[in-house]
């Protein structure tokens, strides 16, 4: 059975091309059509898509929220988010966050393939071969005790080479969320066959932006860190905060 698509994106040319070039693809089908944040909860609701594939920069931003929105009607549902700036200019896309992210820049002729092996890759973090999970309270002890479950889980996994450097990024996010957020944190760390993914949940809507510091700042690291120390990194909207997310590769010693 070929997998339902819906397109999302106020650009009637793009739906028109995404359309065409998924209509021989033996794997897609288009199933629905948006135009905004509305119209594509409507079609979500109507024919539970599989796969959404949204323009994440939809007038009056609304890009950013509709990623939750259209898995809280339909929750099987994988959202790709879409943009037509270059590959090398990532940096706002990233922060937007998302799932996945496909450039408009794909040929029509390649799209059908490119989809189906992002769509492979998610599936492998779906499948995490360990996960740990801890709630922290919104306090200035939390960014210890973060460091705390980091190192107790990295030595229970054996991924003791990495213990250094994600208890360094965990706490930096642990504490601005603490400090800017002032809710409850989740951390959440997943193993999976190549690699670490850690997450970190708060209550803000507030998207985090990297800001110049001055050499004896004490905050305002968090998101160069991130980006320097990390093989990938994002930010994903929630209904009620957003989730900060980085991966680091494993070692051939530590590899499941």
């Not at 693809?25 to 909860?41: L, M, Q, S, Y």
């Not at 594939?53 to 890009?63: E, F, H, K, N, R």
């Not at 009607?73 to 994988?78: I, S």
């Not at 709630?135 to 003791?160: I, K, M, N």
Request: glycine share 8%; aromatic share 4%.
């Amino acid at each position: 059975m070929r997998s339902q698509v819906l397109v999302v994106d106020d650009n009637p040319g793009y739906r028109r091309l995404v359309r065409m070039a998924l209509e021989d693809d033996p794997n897609f089908e288009v199933a629905g059509e948006a135009a905004t944040a509305d119209e594509a909860v409507a079609a979500a609701t109507r024919i539970s898509p599989h796969t959404a594939l949204v323009d994440v920069l939809l007038p009056g931003g609304q890009g950013f929220r509709l990623p939750a929105a259209l898995r809280a009607v339909a929750p099987g549902c994988v959202v790709v988010l879409t943009s037509a700036h270059p590959d090398g200019d990532l940096d706002a896309i990233g922060q937007l966050g998302g799932i996945a992210f496909l450039p408009k820049s794909v040929a029509p002729s390649r799209l059908g393939r490119e989809l189906r092996t992002l769509l492979d890759l998610l599936d492998q973090v779906q499948d995490a071969l360990e996960r740990a999970d801890i709630r922290l309270p919104p306090s200035r002890q939390s960014p210890r005790a973060a460091r705390r479950f980091v190192e107790g889980v990295l030595d229970d996994w054996e991924c003791g080479e990495l213990v250094e450097t994600v208890t360094l990024l965990v706490s930096e996010l642990v504490g601005n969320a603490v400090l800017h957020a002032r809710s409850e944190v989740e951390l959440s760390i997943r193993l999976l066959a190549d690699r670490l993914r850690v997450e970190v949940i708060d209550r803000s809507t507030q998207v985090p932006h990297r800001r110049e510091v001055a050499d004896d700042d004490l905050t305002g690291r968090g998101s160069g860190l991130v980006e320097l120390l990390t093989s990938a990194w994002g930010v994903a909207g929630l209904p009620d905060g957003k989730s900060v997310w980085f991966e680091m590769p494993l070692s051939a010693e530590s590899s499941p």
